[in-house]
């Protein structure tokens, strides 16, 4: 009883942490796009769309950019599927806690199932997210060879095909996520003391890979990415 103790508590506050993290980096997105990498990201993302469509030229170019995302992606989701068939099969093989010697914690039958299951449901929603990301860079292959000056359309701009795009940026981002969201899942195999502190670990690396610093000691004046409207990153 005393060994669930300690899964009863630092579990649920590492997991609190990073979730906490998150919905703060999402207010900053929508708040403030220029101080995060992710809004930053997807307001160069449609003006490197406009720029595509604007000259015919790029075709190529635009359809080799997409198709090494959809390759990245791809390589994400081959990975993830292929790593969640490898978690259930150690969920069926019997005696899986005797594979792990040095466990602090709940070292029980029902405690490892549920720690291998939530690690099965992280890799199982990194491969949903990066299909969709595939998905939605796929249209824009397509989309962003069409000729929208030339054809008088309200349903196709640089605009849309912008927005398309972006939803592939963002659904890849998820699903690498998803892949860091994994990693303290593991480790929580092996104890809830290195789960927390992974955890904690991850929020620092994350807001160092989340938010930029370039843009904070510039005036109004002097950011461009500033002078953009901020609905544009969503």
Same mark, same amino acid.
């Given at each position: ?45 449609? /003006? ?27 390589? /994400? ?23 792990? %010697? ?22 199982? /929603? ?48 998820? %699903? ?25 670990? /991850? ?13 904070? %000691?510039?005036?109004? %004046? ?13």
């Amino acid at each position: 009883m005393k060994d669930q103790v300690l899964d009863y508590f630092l579990v649920p506050l590492g997991l609190l942490i990073m979730v906490g993290y998150h919905v703060m980096l999402f207010y900053k997105i929508i708040k403030h796009p220029t101080k995060t990498v992710v809004g930053i990201h997807a307001i160069n993302r449609r /003006l490197w769309v406009q720029a595509m469509m604007e000259d015919t030229k790029n075709a190529v170019l635009a359809v080799q950019t997409l198709r090494n995302n959809i390759m990245a992606s791809t390589l /994400l989701a081959s990975t993830a599927i292929m790593l969640s068939s490898v978690i259930a099969v150690l969920m069926t093989s019997r005696g899986s806690g005797s594979m792990f %010697g040095l466990v602090l914690g709940d070292a029980s039958p029902m405690g490892f199932s549920i720690k291998f299951f939530s690690i099965v449901v992280c890799f199982l /929603l990194a491969f949903l997210l990066n299909v969709q990301s595939i998905r939605y860079y796929s249209h824009a292959s397509i989309l962003i060879n069409v000729p929208f000056k030339k054809i008088s359309s309200p349903y196709m701009s640089a605009d849309y095909v912008g927005r398309i795009v972006n939803r592939g940026g963002y659904f890849w981002s998820l %699903g690498l996520r998803a892949f860091y969201f994994s990693f303290p899942l593991f480790l929580w195999i092996f104890g809830p003391i290195p789960m927390f502190c992974s955890c904690i670990c /991850l929020v620092v690396l994350f807001y160092f890979l989340d938010f930029t610093v370039e843009f904070r %000691g510039l005036s109004d %004046g002097e950011c461009v990415l500033d002078d953009i409207d901020e609905e544009q990153a969503l």
